[in-house]
């Protein structure tokens, strides 16, 4: 099993990148996926979630802080989820990580590590004032 995230960097405030994750070595449409973020010195926080693909209703949750920054997809053929990160804010640095739960996640469960059975390494955003 795989996640691999990508597309992080250095960007003013203001800017936008475009998170990829890439995952295999298991059913991606079975598996809801979350976006996490970690800076230094604080805990892991969810940022966002795409619920799985068998599902077939496209549910989605972001996180207060990035709600109409950012937008969650995914691209069923390549079994990759994206995050696309607008308007980015120097409280936005931090390592940002994909996670995928086999569960039905709801807008309260969602941002428990707990729920999530795979991790990718993180890709690190910095976002400078």
């Known amino acids: 099993v795989q996640l691999v995230e990508s597309g992080g960097g250095l960007v003013q405030a203001g800017g936008s990148l475009r998170l990829s994750c890439a995952t295999s070595g298991f059913t991606f449409d079975d598996y809801a996926i979350g976006w996490f973020r970690q800076a230094p010195g604080k805990e892991r926080e969810a940022v966002s979630y795409?619920?799985?693909?068998?599902?077939?209703?496209?549910?989605?949750y972001y996180a207060d802080s990035v709600k109409g920054r950012f937008t969650i997809s995914s691209d069923n053929a390549k079994n990759t989820v994206f995050l696309q990160m607008n308007t980015l804010k120097p409280e936005d640095t931090a390592v940002y990580y994909c996670?995928?739960?086999?569960?039905?996640?709801?807008?309260?469960?969602?941002?428990?590590?707990?729920?999530?059975?795979?991790w990718g390494q993180g890709t690190q955003v910095t976002v400078s004032s």
């Open positions: 996670a995928a739960s086999r569960y039905v996640l709801s807008h309260r469960t969602y941002a428990y590590t707990a729920w999530y059975d795979y």
């Open positions: 795409i619920s799985k693909i068998s599902r077939s209703d496209g549910v989605t």
